[in-house]
């Protein structure tokens, strides 16, 4: 999570060999193939704030089995390099997370066919050039630190980075659903190597915010099917909500110009109507006040016994035959 990295000095063994050929279609030799382990995630606290569960980096572990390795998470067919074929969720001794665990993290195993195309990768590798990876996956559950609510359900108050009580608010990532691939990287999705979380689009509940933080990384992005129906449908949601909006919003300018022709019978309504049409809600409404307060204090009602004009001069007319 912090630290995706290719490990240095792995040498395969036998047993290696023997997984990777479940997914060739014809058996490889030794010399075809370049196999390294590398670092996928681990379960410390990130420069988001955002950690994963030591549980949901056994859940990945067993999604990212045959996911294969692209470059800058290009989906491209051309662009994918490698394949993992093992992976295991390992305790490294003597290290601790930032919120004081003990310190887990996904290896993966990975190969890739020594080729013409290859060559340069597997070069940049062995020297240290191309060295940190970002991995892509989906997770179901996003759980405040602090109260424990499920953010993908119940939105909580605390924001992630400020600290309550001496505790430091995080989120908790759990319940993988899908890992997609691992990307070699020039400048991982986070200053660390971090990973790039992208997060699964519940018909139930759709957070935005992850959406958003996915969509604003400016990298290209794997959903599935299900997750593309729901987005599809919450985007509709959306358009419709507007329409009603566009259609308020004309029927409350139409509204103001009929006051404005009462309140000011000598502006020229064309004129307003125009100014109404690039006006917002909040400026509509207000003019709306203005102009129903003005008019119902033209239209009120002058008592009978009011004074007369004093500068009215009495001639005492209505003494008059």
Do not use: W
């Amino acid at each position: 999570m912090r630290e995706g990295i290719i490990e240095k000095g792995y040498t395969p063994d036998k047993g290696d060999y023997e997984k990777i050929m479940q997914f060739t279609r014809k058996p490889l030799s030794e010399e075809e193939l370049y196999v390294f382990r590398l670092m996928l995630c681990n379960n410390d606290v990130d420069r988001d704030n955002e950690k994963f569960s030591v549980a949901s980096l056994n859940e990945l572990a067993r999604l990212f089995i045959g996911k294969t390795g692209i470059k800058d998470h290009s989906m491209r067919s051309e662009d994918q390099t490698a394949r993992i074929f093992d992976t295991s969720v390992e305790q490294i001794s003597g290290r601790k997370t930032a919120d004081g665990e003990p310190f887990y993290a996904l290896f993966a195993k990975a190969y890739m066919v020594r080729s013409d195309e290859t060559q340069g990768l597997i070069r940049d590798i062995d020297a240290g050039i191309k060295k940190e990876v970002s991995v892509s996956c989906s997770m179901r559950e996003c759980t405040c630190s602090i109260c424990g609510e499920n953010k993908r359900k119940t939105p909580c108050p605390h924001i992630p980075g400020r600290e309550y009580g001496g505790r430091k608010c995080f989120n908790v990532l759990s319940g993988a659903e899908d890992a997609y691939e691992f990307s070699f990287v020039a400048v991982p999705a986070q200053r660390e190597a971090g990973v790039e979380k992208a997060f699964a689009i519940d018909e139930r509940k759709l957070d935005m915010q992850d959406i958003i933080k996915s969509l604003s990384s400016q990298q290209e992005l794997t959903i599935s099917a299900k997750e593309a129906a729901a987005l599809g449908d919450y985007i509709q949601t959306l358009e419709e909500q507007a329409e009603l909006g566009r259609e308020y919003k004309e029927s409350l300018a139409k509204q103001i110009t009929k006051l404005c022709a009462k309140a000011i019978p000598f502006m020229d309504l064309q004129t307003f109507a125009g100014v109404a049409a690039v006006m917002t809600t909040d400026e509509l409404l207000k003019f709306k006040y203005a102009f129903e307060k003005q008019n119902a204090q033209k239209d009120m009602p002058a008592p009978q016994l009011a004074k007369a004009d004093q500068n009215t001069k009495n001639g005492f007319n209505e003494f008059k035959i």
